[in-house]
């Protein structure tokens, strides 16, 4: 085997070096300032985490330095995080966004299309949570009142989320893990799946093809 001259070999590594540099490089930051929203629909396998009851900033970061398919615009009252599909670059990698917010109250969020979400510090009246194809949530804090709606593959981590009453719609293998006290209403279908924690003292359900909504002992608590 032939050996390499020093100089030669260290021309390749130097090459390569500056080949992988710019890819380091290219990640980047944009802080975009907005209206005001208490409401969130993220969507496209965007990941927002949000941390409620500070001023509000919303701050994206992308691992790409390519914000050109990103979209993020606030409309009554909502914030929207998507991107664009592009048909003439589905072949391309594509960038990953991550989108970090603090907003002083969030009433709703909805999360679609295997978009990933972490919300911290919920603290309100009434919350709504819609969770669809195959995205993913964890949230933690509390509310008076909770409406939840899980489909298609949808999953959500919500036992941190202590809810006096909640109105849960499960169905399409959507399944979910919450906390209510108080008093727990709503129906389950085709394969959906929701474990209530807390021990609610009034409870009406509904279920129907292989969907669940099943309550959680106390002592069953304590060994989860």
């Not at 969020?109 to 819609?130: C, M, P, Q, T, Y």
């Not at 209530?196 to 009406?204: A, E, I, R």
């Not at 669940?212 to 069953?220: C, W």
């Amino acid at each position: 085997m032939r050996s390499v001259p020093f100089a030669l070999a260290a021309s390749f590594f130097t090459a390569g070096f500056l080949a992988l540099a710019p890819i380091a490089a290219a990640e980047e930051t944009r802080s975009f300032d907005l209206p005001e929203f208490d409401r969130i629909d993220v969507s496209a396998g965007v990941v927002l985490v949000a941390d409620i009851g500070a001023q509000q900033s919303v701050i994206v970061k992308t691992n790409k330095g390519d914000y050109s398919d990103f979209a993020i615009e606030v409309r009554n009252g909502e914030l929207n995080i998507s991107r664009e599909w592009n048909p003439l670059s589905w072949h391309n990698s594509k960038s990953d966004y991550e989108v970090i917010v603090s907003v002083p109250t969030l009433a709703a969020l909805d999360a679609s299309s295997g978009s990933r979400a972490k919300v911290f510090n919920i603290d309100a009246a009434r919350f709504v949570i819609d969770l669809s194809s195959g995205a993913h949530a964890l949230l933690e804090g509390k509310c008076e009142n909770c409406l939840l709606d899980l489909s298609s593959g949808a999953d959500l981590e919500a036992k941190g989320l202590e809810c006096d009453n909640a109105d849960i719609d499960v169905s399409s293998g959507g399944h979910g893990v919450i906390s209510v006290l108080s008093t727990v209403k709503g129906g389950a279908s085709s394969g959906g799946h929701v474990a209530v924690y807390g021990n609610p003292s009034q409870v009406k359900v509904s279920k129907s093809s292989g969907g669940r909504i099943k309550i959680i002992a106390s002592a069953q608590a304590t060994r989860d």
